[in-house]
């Protein structure tokens, strides 16, 4: 995978039966289960989020043998953000609400979210547009965004000159190569790296 960063996971602090990751993935644990046929062990596996309608990921986890969907954000948070202050929101640095990395997320009051919303927000069709990879052409570094806007933002490049490159209209811009995030991405990025170490190497 281009995308490298280290996933580490961790029980979340109040829900026992569910595992969180850093990377914003969530998974039920190996549980037993007795029933009128003995016990069996039941298997974990990572639960697969789904859209609230408004943007953000949610999954369905057992909370007091029924099941109740939470928002992700929320889990991560929780379980990797201390929270002295009893903050009662989570926000989206990014503001790209599927994009739940404990990285990109934070504990504030309504009215912080509110206003970083309002001041460094982006439209609704942006932040659930498609991820993208960048490659630093003097360092040869992959990085993964979620977006072109968050590309745009954390590396502050032009997001249409982005698009433009995703196009093939620039071959590159502020140094760096960028390419959609699909199915053929890790072929196109090691075909793309193989290019650039041949052309640094004058072969």
């Known amino acids: 995978m281009a995308n490298n960063e280290k996933e ?72 990797f953000l201390p929270n002295p202050d009893n903050l009662p929101e989570v926000n989206h ?8 990395r404990v990285e990109n997320l934070e ?12 001041k460094y927000g982006i439209s609704q069709t942006e932040s659930l547009g498609h991820p993208v990879f960048a490659i630093n052409l003097s360092m040869l570094k992959v990085s993964r965004f979620s977006s072109q806007g968050e590309a745009s933002r954390s590396l502050g490049i032009d997001n249409g000159n982005i698009n433009k490159v995703i196009k093939g209209r620039l071959k590159q811009t502020s140094g760096y190569w960028f390419t959609n995030a699909d199915e ?3 072929d196109v990025i090691n075909r793309k790296l193989h290019t650039l170490q041949s ?4 072969l």
């Open 8 to 79: 580490i996971w961790k029980v979340h602090p109040e829900y026992a039966g569910i595992e969180v990751s850093t990377l914003g993935r969530v998974r039920t644990l190996d549980r037993v289960v007795s029933s009128g046929k003995g016990i069996r062990l039941v298997k974990g596996q990572v639960l697969k989020p789904s859209d609230n309608g408004k943007g953000y990921l949610q999954v369905k986890i057992l909370i007091d043998g029924k099941q109740t969907n939470k928002r992700v954000n929320r889990l991560v948070a929780e379980t």
């Open 107 to 118: 504990w504030c009051t309504a009215s912080y979210n509110r206003q970083y919303r309002e």
């Open 184 to 186: 053929n991405a890790d």
């Open 93 to 100: 640095k990014s503001c790209v609400r599927n994009d739940n």
């Open 199 to 202: 052309q640094a190497l004058g």
